[in-house]
C-alpha cells in the first residue's frame, strides 16, 4: 500500500456567503494547488476537491472540482461528502467535519460560539457545541490557526489540545488583484487623511468605540471610512450619526480594500475576540499602520508592529489616532514594520503545514 494519502478536500464552503473562515479555505486550497507544482508534486493526481451543486466556481490547475451529491448545507457535509470521499483522507478547512468519519483533519479556527454566546443563535450553538467536541474525540487530527485558539479550545470545548498543531493564516492575497483606486474618487476622499475600520456588520468588531474615539480626536479634515454591511441598527448602536467626515461604504472587494489600506492612516481594529485576525496582516501586507487590541490573537500576529489599546478605551485609540494623524515619521515606522512582520504568514507555509499533516497520516495508515 502506498504511504501517499489520497486527498478529499470539503468544498462545502463554496455554497456559503463568504467570510473569514471562507476565505482561509479558498486561500489554503489555491496555495496547496500551487504546491503540486513545487516540492509536493508527488501528490499531483492524489487531491480532489469535492463540492455541492451551486458551488461557486474557483480556479483551480491541479486539483480538480468534483461536484457531488444532491443536497447541500450539513446533510451534505455529513452524509454525501464522506460518502463520496470514502477511502481518502479527508480536509476539512473550515471549522466542522462529517461525525462519520475518522481518518479526516478539521481546522477549527477559533472558540468564538462558546466564548461569545449572545453573537450567535440558539441553533448554531447547539450545533457547534454538540459537534466539535465530538470531532476532535473522532478525528485524526484537530489543527487550528494560532496558539490563543488552541488554548480556547481546550477550555471552552474540553478537549486535550496540549499538543493541537497551530496553522496561521496568510494575508498576501491582498496583493494578487490591483488596487482599485476608483473607490478613494467615488467616495470623495482623495488628498485627504483618513481611518480605516472593517467588518462593521459584526458587533465582535467594536465599532462602536472606534466611532466614539474619531469623534473625540477631532482631527481637521480627517475621515473614517467603515466597510461591511448596510445596517441601520449598527448606525444606532454604535452613536453613528450622518456626517461629512464619515462614510459607511458597505460591502468592497478585494481591489477595492487594497486602494483603502494603501492610502488609510491605519486601520482601527479593537476587536473584542479573535481567532487570528486576518484584516490587520492584509493591512501590514499593503503598508496601513495598524491599531489593534490587546487581544492575544492580534497580540500574537501583529507583535511591536502594531499599536495596542485596550479595547473600550476610547481615549486610548484616540490619542493613537492623534499620534498617526500628526506624526509622519511613526506612521513610516510602522509601515516598513508591518510589511516586515507580515512576511512571517503566508498561504504558503499554510499549505505546506497542512500537506505535511496528511503525509504524516498516510504514512501512518500505511504502516
Same mark, same amino acid.
Given at each position: 500500500?502506498?504511504?501517499?494519502?489520497?486527498?478529499?478536500?470539503?468544498?462545502?464552503?463554496?455554497?456559503?456567503?463568504?467570510?473569514?473562515?471562507?476565505?482561509?479555505?479558498?486561500?489554503?486550497?489555491?496555495?496547496?494547488?500551487?504546491?503540486?507544482?513545487?516540492?509536493?508534486?508527488?501528490?499531483?493526481?492524489?487531491?480532489?476537491?469535492?463540492?455541492?451543486?451551486?458551488?461557486?466556481?474557483?480556479?483551480?490547475?491541479?486539483?480538480?472540482?468534483?461536484?457531488?451529491?444532491?443536497?447541500?448545507?450539513?446533510?451534505?457535509?455529513?452524509?454525501?461528502?464522506?460518502?463520496?470521499?470514502?477511502?481518502?483522507?479527508?480536509?476539512?478547512?473550515?471549522?466542522?467535519?462529517?461525525?462519520?468519519?475518522?481518518?479526516?483533519?478539521?481546522?477549527?479556527?477559533?472558540?468564538?460560539?462558546?466564548?461569545?454566546?449572545?453573537?450567535?443563535?440558539?441553533?448554531?450553538?447547539?450545533?457547534?457545541?454538540?459537534?466539535?467536541?465530538?470531532?476532535?474525540?473522532?478525528?485524526?487530527? #484537530?489543527?487550528?490557526?494560532?496558539?490563543?485558539?488552541? &488554548?480556547?479550545?481546550?477550555?471552552?470545548? =474540553? @478537549? !486535550? *489540545? $496540549? /499538543?493541537?498543531?497551530?496553522?496561521?493564516?496568510?494575508?498576501?492575497?491582498?496583493?494578487?488583484?490591483?488596487?482599485?483606486?476608483? #473607490?478613494?474618487?467615488?467616495?470623495?476622499?482623495?488628498? &485627504?487623511?483618513?481611518?480605516?475600520?472593517? =467588518? @462593521? !456588520? *459584526? $458587533? /465582535?468588531?467594536?465599532?462602536?468605540?472606534?466611532?466614539?474615539?474619531?469623534?473625540?480626536?477631532?482631527?481637521?479634515?480627517?475621515?473614517?471610512?467603515?466597510?461591511?454591511?448596510?445596517?441601520? &441598527?449598527?448606525?444606532?448602536?454604535?452613536?453613528?450619526?450622518? *456626517?461629512? /467626515?464619515?462614510?459607511?461604504?458597505?460591502?468592497?472587494?478585494?481591489?477595492?480594500?487594497?486602494?483603502?489600506?494603501?492610502?488609510?492612516?491605519?486601520?482601527?481594529?479593537?476587536?473584542?475576540?479573535?481567532?487570528?485576525?486576518?484584516?490587520?496582516?492584509?493591512?501590514?501586507?499593503?503598508?496601513?499602520?495598524?491599531?489593534?487590541?490587546?487581544?492575544?490573537?492580534?497580540?500574537?500576529?501583529?507583535?511591536?508592529?502594531?499599536?495596542?489599546?485596550?479595547?473600550?478605551?476610547?481615549?486610548?485609540?484616540?490619542?493613537?489616532?492623534?499620534?498617526?494623524?500628526?506624526?509622519?515619521?511613526?506612521?513610516?515606522?510602522?509601515?516598513?514594520?508591518?510589511?516586515?512582520?507580515?512576511?512571517?504568514?503566508?498561504?504558503?507555509?499554510?499549505?505546506?503545514?497542512?500537506?505535511?499533516?496528511?503525509?504524516?497520516?498516510?504514512?501512518?495508515?500505511?504502516?
Amino acid at each position: 500500500m502506498s504511504s501517499l494519502p489520497r486527498i478529499a478536500i470539503n468544498g462545502r464552503f463554496l455554497t456559503q456567503v463568504p467570510s473569514g473562515v471562507q476565505r482561509f479555505a479558498a486561500e489554503t486550497i489555491k496555495a496547496i494547488d500551487a504546491q503540486l507544482d513545487g516540492d509536493y508534486a508527488h501528490l499531483k493526481g492524489r487531491v480532489e476537491l469535492l463540492v455541492p451543486k451551486d458551488s461557486r466556481e474557483i480556479r483551480l490547475k491541479n486539483i480538480p472540482v468534483r461536484q457531488v451529491g444532491r443536497f447541500g448545507g450539513y446533510l451534505w457535509e455529513q452524509i454525501e461528502f464522506p460518502f463520496h470521499g470514502r477511502g481518502q483522507l479527508l480536509l476539512n478547512l473550515c471549522m466542522i467535519g462529517p461525525l462519520v468519519a475518522k481518518h479526516q483533519i478539521v481546522v477549527v479556527h477559533d472558540a468564538t460560539v462558546p466564548a461569545l454566546p449572545d453573537n450567535f443563535s440558539p441553533r448554531f450553538r447547539a450545533a457547534y457545541m454538540f459537534l466539535i467536541p465530538r470531532l476532535a474525540q473522532r478525528s485524526d487530527l #484537530i489543527v487550528t490557526v494560532s496558539d490563543f485558539s488552541r &488554548r480556547e479550545i481546550g477550555k471552552y470545548y =474540553g @478537549v !486535550d *489540545s $496540549t /499538543n493541537m498543531p497551530v496553522c496561521y493564516e496568510g494575508g498576501e492575497h491582498i496583493n494578487h488583484e490591483p488596487a482599485d483606486n476608483s #473607490i478613494i474618487d467615488r467616495l470623495g476622499i482623495a488628498g &485627504r487623511k483618513f481611518f480605516l475600520g472593517v =467588518g @462593521v !456588520d *459584526s $458587533t /465582535n468588531k467594536n465599532i462602536k468605540t472606534v466611532v466614539k474615539a474619531f469623534q473625540q480626536a477631532q482631527m481637521k479634515d480627517a475621515m473614517l471610512v467603515l466597510t461591511g454591511a448596510r445596517d441601520a &441598527r449598527v448606525f444606532r448602536n454604535a452613536d453613528l450619526r450622518e *456626517s461629512d /467626515n464619515v462614510r459607511m461604504v458597505g460591502y468592497v472587494s478585494d481591489r477595492e480594500l487594497r486602494a483603502l489600506y494603501e492610502k488609510a492612516l491605519a486601520l482601527v481594529f479593537p476587536s473584542f475576540y479573535e481567532g487570528f485576525g486576518l484584516p490587520p496582516l492584509e493591512a501590514m501586507n499593503c503598508g496601513c499602520p495598524v491599531i489593534i487590541s490587546e487581544q492575544p490573537a492580534l497580540l500574537e500576529v501583529c507583535g511591536d508592529a502594531a499599536l495596542h489599546c485596550q479595547a473600550e478605551d476610547a481615549d486610548q485609540i484616540m490619542r493613537h489616532m492623534q499620534a498617526l494623524y500628526s506624526d509622519p515619521a511613526l506612521y513610516a515606522r510602522l509601515q516598513a514594520a508591518g510589511r516586515e512582520r507580515a512576511k512571517r504568514f503566508t498561504w504558503g507555509a499554510t499549505a505546506r503545514s497542512l500537506l505535511d499533516h496528511c503525509l504524516r497520516l498516510g504514512a501512518n495508515k500505511a504502516a
